[in-house]
């Protein structure tokens, strides 16, 4: 079963910017990325997501602030979150898309003054 390790969250001010990482112990080629988030008592929703040829989407509660990117050599998916607001709280997850082959741990992003 494919793992993945979601890291580099944290606590941070409203204006501040994270980066996350992601590394997947198969292989990324020719696979769609995606980031997703759970909020306390809400569902998990699509963030952001990248096609093997780079082009990326995103939800527009995050356009413009967030950016994903990937290195399919390393096996990795990145997320640059800037701009941070208290509604981008939330565990942070990367997966495959549309079908997630699995889910990891997540990383716990805190935007707090």
């Known amino acids: 079963q494919v793992q993945l390790v979601e890291s580099g969250g944290g606590l941070v001010q409203p204006g501040g910017s994270l980066r996350l990482s992601c590394t997947v112990s198969?292989?990324?080629?020719?696979?769609?990325m995606a980031w997703y988030r759970q909020a306390p008592g809400e569902q998990r929703e699509l963030v952001a997501r990248?096609?093997?040829?780079?082009?990326?989407n995103y939800s527009d509660s995050v356009k413009g602030r967030f950016t994903i990117s990937r290195d399919n050599v390393k096996g990795a998916v990145y997320l640059q979150m800037d701009s941070l607001k208290p509604e981008d709280t939330a565990v942070y997850y990367c997966?495959?898309?549309?079908?997630?082959?699995?889910w990891g741990q997540g990383t716990q992003v805190t935007v707090s003054s």
């Open positions: 990248i096609t093997t040829g780079r082009s990326t």
């Open positions: 198969g292989t990324i080629f020719g696979i769609y």
């Open positions: 997966t495959n898309y549309p079908s997630p082959w699995s």
